[in-house]
Every structure is written in C-alpha cells, then in structure tokens.
C-alpha cells in the first residue's frame, strides 16, 4: 500500500464498507466520527495529565488517577451530546441506560445505544503504560436483552500510547463488506496559525485496512495469573504455553493486550473463572471484566478479525448471550479461532 | 505534596541534588537539559509517526518501523552535538564509541561520555505499547574498562506513552544526595501564537522527588519465558510467583517494565541466561540484553531507588564488572533487594 492510500481519509474508507442506501448516513457521519474525535481529545487531555504519574507512589496523588477517569467520561459524555443519533448512553463509570439529551435535534431515524468505558487499564496508567478506551454501539434505544451478535454493530478501541491509535470493528446488515476490522492512526497536529491555542489534531488515516487474526498463535496474554494457584487447569495451560515456547506479552490492560494480538495478527488471551467463580474461594476467583463495556464489545473486534472469543467457563461465544445487566461480569477467552477451541479443552478438562 | 511544589522547576531541583562547587554546571545546565529535551523531540516524533503502525501486519510497513529507531537516533545525535561536555557516544544503533563533533565550544573541563538506546521496544511499538529510550553518562572520555560503579554517574530514561515521561538516577560523587532516583513528566504544550507550527511542549515536572523499591514485592516480570522450558530452576520459579500470588505484568520492553516497578515502589524482573548460555542449546538461551545501553544503565535506576541489580548467571552486581567491549550481552534480575536475593537462591539452586 502507498503512503497516498494510507493516508487517504478513513471516513471515506468507511463509507465503502457500510451500507450505501441513506439508512446509516448517522453512523457514518455523526456517530464514528464524533467519538474518534472523542479519542483524540481524551489522548490530548492524558498527555497533558502529568500528574497521574505519581499515582500509587510515596506522593499520593491518587485523587489525580482518578480525575483522570473523570476527564476522560466528561469528554465523551460532551461528545455524545453532539450526536442526536445516539439515544441512549452508559459507561462503566456510570453503569446505567440512560437517555441522552441533546445539543441538536435531527430529522435521522436512525437510534443507537452507546456503551463505553472511558478508560481502561487504571492500573497501569500511573506507570505511563498504554491503556484504552472501549465504545461499542447497538442498534435501537438499549443494549439490554437484545441480541449482541446483531444489535452490537460496532466497537471502537482508542488507543493512548506513544501514538494514538484507534481499533474500528463493523458488523453491519445489509453491508457491502459482512465485516471488517481496521487500525486508524491519529496524524501529525495542526495548528491554526489565528488562535493563540493549540487545535486537537484530528486527522485520523488507515493505517491497516484489515486486521486478522491467525488460527494459531505463538504469543499468549495470562490474566488473572493468581488464579493458577487455585485452578490445576490453568497451571496446566501456563506450563503448556512456555513447554510450547510461546512468546509471553501480558500488559494488564485490556486494550492494549488484545490491540497487540490484533497488530501481531496473532494471539491467545485467557481471563479464566474458576469453576463456581462466585468468589467464594477469594479475590482472584471472582470474574473481572464487564460483559457491557469490555466482553460484548471486544468479543465483536475479535470475530470481526476471524478470530473467536468465548466463555472460559463453558466455550460458549461471548456474543451469543445477551446482556440483562450493566454490572454483569465474565471471563474471557479470545484470539485464533483453532488455538481457542484448544485452550478451552485444557481448560474444561 | 501540593500541585506547586510538583510543578517546581525540574532543573531546580536537580541543582540542589548534585554537587554546588561549579564542577558539575554542563551537567547541570547543558548536559541533562538538553537529553531531557530530546526525550521531548523523540515523543513528539514518534507521535506523528503514524505509519509505524502497521508493521507486523499484512500490508508491511517493516521499513517505517526502522525509521523510527532512525529518526529517534538522529535526533538524540543532533542534541549530542549541541551539548561540548558530551565528547564521546555511542548507541545501541551504531555500537562504536565515538569523538562527538560539537557545533560550538565550551570553557567547561567536564567530559562526559554518553550511551544510548534511541528506541528500546521495538518488538511492541508497531502495538503502540509503551516504548522507551536509555541513555547513560559516564564520567571521561570513555565508558569501557571504567568501573560502572562510580563512573556511572547518571541514567536517564525517556518513557513514551500516553504521557511523556522520565526517571532520572544520579549517583554523582560529592553530591548533597548520594544517589537519588526520579520521575519527570512532560506539561502541556504550550503554542505560540506568532507561529503557524506548533512548539514542542518543554515544560518538565516533578511529579516524584523520590522513587523507592520495597525489599519484597508482589508484582513480578518474566522476561524470556520460553527459557523455562529448558530450565527447571526458572519454571521452579515461575511457579514459586504464581503459587503465592504474585501479580504479573510484562510489557516485553525493558524501560516500561522497570519503570511499572518504579512507579509501584515494587517489583521484581528477571531475564535469566541458560547455564553456557552461548544459545548453543538454541535462541531463547543466549542473553538478549546490552550491558552498555541497557544493563548498566537500568542497574544504576534501580540501585539509586535503593534496589538491586544482579547478573542471574551468579548472582554479582551488574555494577560490579567493567564494561571491556560495546557488544557485550547479559541477563538480568532486579528489583527489591531481599526479593533478588531470594531468586538468585531459587535460579542457582
């Protein structure tokens, strides 16, 4: 691909891959490209967050870390407010379906249903490692009890790193491309020589038009490494991986973790849930990630790249389960589909 | 500490750490500045390049990965250049130790010789995962054959992530402090408004006057994993974290790795070597790591922190042995010094 392709405007790319007939002019005009500008204000407003740095150390500024959380769910909540198409809103820092009430009215009919979790990977952000944030979008006015291998449409991954990135997976009826997951890089910034600040850069290109992920891996993400202390199989697993040589690269943040999988184009990531995993055998049973904000919409990059994401509990898909909650959790189990049907039978044995 | 004190001039705070009798003013004033600044072009740099992205993946950009660690190499050499006290360099990228032709003179009889790594992390930059970049100043006109111990006298590490941050370790003979080890962080960029270009943003932060690593640590990284499966001593280990719970996180670069200890005040690393660790017995037994760009350098942070840095072959100080040739490799284990100890116990056993 030449540097012009590259470069050429992702909007436009995106225009060829969705439906054509005026039914999702919304989506592809408001919505994608109102939170993309989303990820790019809350990059800016990170990079210019010194202070969370000294979060977790002698100097607590741990109320910092969390202002950080902060900035970034006021920016996108400003942000959905600009989109008259997204009807309904929640985030994992706010986890409850609510209408959003708009700056702008419009003649669309088209209504999504956003969830996001502004960022994530807190746990590593005092230590300037890359964290993310998840947005995925339904169809119709909530994400509850609804059918998320078809009402979930999209998830967008932002990637705040020494660039930042942005991770698009579109699973649209009626689509010219069934679907497709692609990378965005945010370019150089721009400035406008009549204002005395700095205006947001905001010219995101393609920078890899398909992202897919190989059967089988050589790379291996362990979460939730504790729980091998408690669960034979998973112990099983780990020696397996290292007796096989897998390469290990476990950044404690989802995001990045499953980002890494997607650039590499290959990987296996395992969140497992000991059997019964209602926390009653301690801390490192209880499942951790949030089926809403983290499991639904990863699960749709991942099989939007040909890979699989299941439960670890019973290999079942991630997608094939609806949503009755915001506060629902799980485990997780995703990357190439051949090497997921193989760690589930470890797993389950 | 309250927001002013944190955002107190960085370089103030330097002075008043090493040696008030003028013999350390082009360290002071030209040397550290000026690599700090650096750290803030190659962040800059790196940001715009959008295009490094995609390596890895299909559509290969592996060239535009290598430009990266070209254009962080030439502009850290454009920023030796400026600097007269830095005579000598080398870099991970050109491992031969050269006289630097300086674009203007110095009064100063201070020599310092500089090695440095441009961009530590490559294998993780095209997942847009924290990267980092070393450099290490040694005292005269040479780093080899010198005792590191003493004629080490500062490490600087540049961490490129959502932020843009840096650990300073100075172990300067006749300082006030005798060794101290921080954190930096890069404020906002600042515009001007006369300008149609953006200015890069030079504002450091203090944002930890003191970095210190515990004695013991429940976080631990495990670098070249695949070696456990020809050693039964590091799967011994392995095994030993998991069983009491250790947390894991291994980003797979060396800067963020020590820099999440850093940051958490605890941590253990290790890198270990095969026993005839020639990678006669195949590729995951030869040492990977450098001892003048990347050894030395981390040991020095990790010893000024008040931890410990050990060769896992036999336990002996990376500090400890001079420095004969640029190329040489070794492993590595650091982090709280009753930690260290336990491991190279368990390694060696």
């Not at 509850?144 to 579109?170: C, K, Y």
């Not at 991630?318 to 915001?326: G, P, S």
Request: aromatic letters at 4%; one cysteine or more; glycine letters at 8%.
């Amino acid at each position: 691909m030449s540097n012009q392709e590259a470069t050429a405007s992702a909007i436009d790319h995106l225009r060829t891959i969705l439906p054509q007939d005026g039914t999702r002019d919304a989506l592809i005009h408001s919505v994608i490209p109102n939170l993309l500008q989303s990820i790019a204000d809350v990059a800016q407003a990170l990079r210019n967050s010194h202070q969370v740095s000294a979060a977790g150390t002698a100097n607590t500024f741990g109320d910092d870390q969390l202002n950080v959380d902060v900035i970034a769910e006021n920016i996108i909540r400003a942000t959905i407010a600009q989109c008259p198409s997204i009807v309904t809103a929640s985030s994992e820092e706010d986890p409850i379906e609510q209408a959003v009430e708009h700056h702008a009215t419009s003649s669309s009919s088209e209504q999504y249903t956003l969830a996001f979790d502004p960022l994530d990977g807190s746990s590593i952000i005092s230590a300037n490692w890359t964290v993310g944030a998840i947005f995925s979008l339904w169809d119709g006015p909530s994400a509850l009890n609804q059918d998320p291998a078809t009402r979930q449409i999209v998830s967008i991954l932002g990637v705040f790193g020494p660039r930042t990135t942005a991770i698009v997976a579109l699973r649209v009826s009626g689509s010219p491309v069934p679907k497709t997951c692609l990378e965005l890089a945010l370019g150089p910034a721009v400035s406008n020589p009549t204002s005395a600040t700095v205006t947001t850069p905001t010219k995101w290109h393609l920078t890899a038009p398909t992202l897919t992920l190989a059967p089988r891996s050589k790379y291996f993400s362990p979460a939730n490494l504790r729980m091998a202390a408690d669960d034979p199989a998973y112990m099983t697993l780990l020696t397996s991986f290292i007796t096989r040589r897998y390469t290990l690269r476990y950044a404690g943040g989802l995001v990045p973790d499953i980002v890494h999988m997607l650039v590499q184009g290959q990987g296996v990531y395992v969140s497992p849930v000991l059997a019964g995993g209602d926390g009653s055998r301690g801390q490192a049973s209880k499942p951790k990630l949030r089926r809403l904000y983290e499991l639904c919409p990863l699960a749709l990059v991942v099989e939007c790249a040909g890979g699989a994401a299941v439960d670890p509990v019973d290999g079942t898909a991630v997608l094939a389960r609806e949503v009755k909650d915001c506060g629902e959790r799980g485990g997780l189990l995703c990357g190439g589909r051949e090497e997921v049907v193989e760690v589930v039978k470890t797993l389950l044995s």
